[in-house]
């Protein structure tokens, strides 16, 4: 069965800092990777995925991740917060043999401070 | 392009009435999912579409919960008769055709928050 796990319900940065949120899984095979992010009264935001070749992965609005085998994990980074990234960021990840099916983390609120 | 689209955004009902979310997925969009997240917890898996046809169920709480995708558009999700546990928000998400498993990103709804009291 395929899980993921985001340890911090909340992290907390100064704009500007470097920000990074945490994700690790667990699936059967090769996993797909994936970072979502929900804004206030707003639908989850496609921010990034993970399928195959480089273990970084750039995303939109300055994120990137890493992919991770040996520590099974998928952090979303980013060099220089902002104010406005202050949102609810979800991991999720897929299988392989899974059409689309996507396993959720509970997600990590991030603060950003001006 | 329109989005994902649902209706209603909110959705007040007390135990025992019955409740339909609907969700209108990108044009041409083949793959359509229904998730709810419940008490700030996990967003949960609870069926999959490929056009008309149910590709997966497995999420499905319980036979009180039935969706259709008639003609392949638009789906709804009707909850009856709902029960207190069944509050939190329900998401419909959409994807391109994916024969070629080529992983395509889902793109999701607002949601609908159903409270039932």
């Known amino acids: ?114 | 392009e329109a989005g994902v689209t649902q209706f209603p955004s909110h959705s007040v009902i007390e135990k025992g009435q019955t409740v339909t979310l609907r969700c209108d997925p990108i044009s041409g969009h083949d793959n359509l999912y229904w998730y709810r997240r419940v008490m700030g917890k996990e967003i949960k898996f609870l069926l999959h579409f490929v056009k008309e046809s149910k590709q997966d169920e497995s999420g499905m709480p319980n036979n009180r919960f039935l969706a259709e995708r008639t003609g392949g558009t638009y789906s709804t999700l009707k909850v009856q008769p709902a029960e207190l546990e069944d509050s939190g928000v329900y998401f419909c998400a959409s994807s391109q055709d994916q024969i070629k498993r080529d992983h395509n990103e889902q793109f999701f709804g607002p949601g609908t928050r159903l409270t039932v009291l």
């Open chain 1, 1 to 114: 069965a395929q899980s993921v796990a985001q340890p911090e319900d909340q992290v907390n940065v100064a704009e500007g800092n470097p920000l990074t949120v945490k994700c690790t899984y667990s699936v059967s095979g090769n996993p797909y990777l994936f970072w979502y992010v929900q804004y206030p009264n707003r639908g989850l935001q496609f921010l990034l995925k993970y399928i195959t070749g480089d273990n970084l992965v750039k995303g939109s609005y300055g994120f990137e991740a890493e992919f991770n085998k040996s520590q099974t994990s998928f952090h979303l980074k980013k060099p220089s917060a902002l104010v406005s990234d202050s949102a609810l960021y979800f991991c999720a990840v897929r299988d392989m043999y899974s059409w689309g099916k996507l396993q959720f983390g509970a997600g990590t609120q991030v603060v950003v401070t001006p």
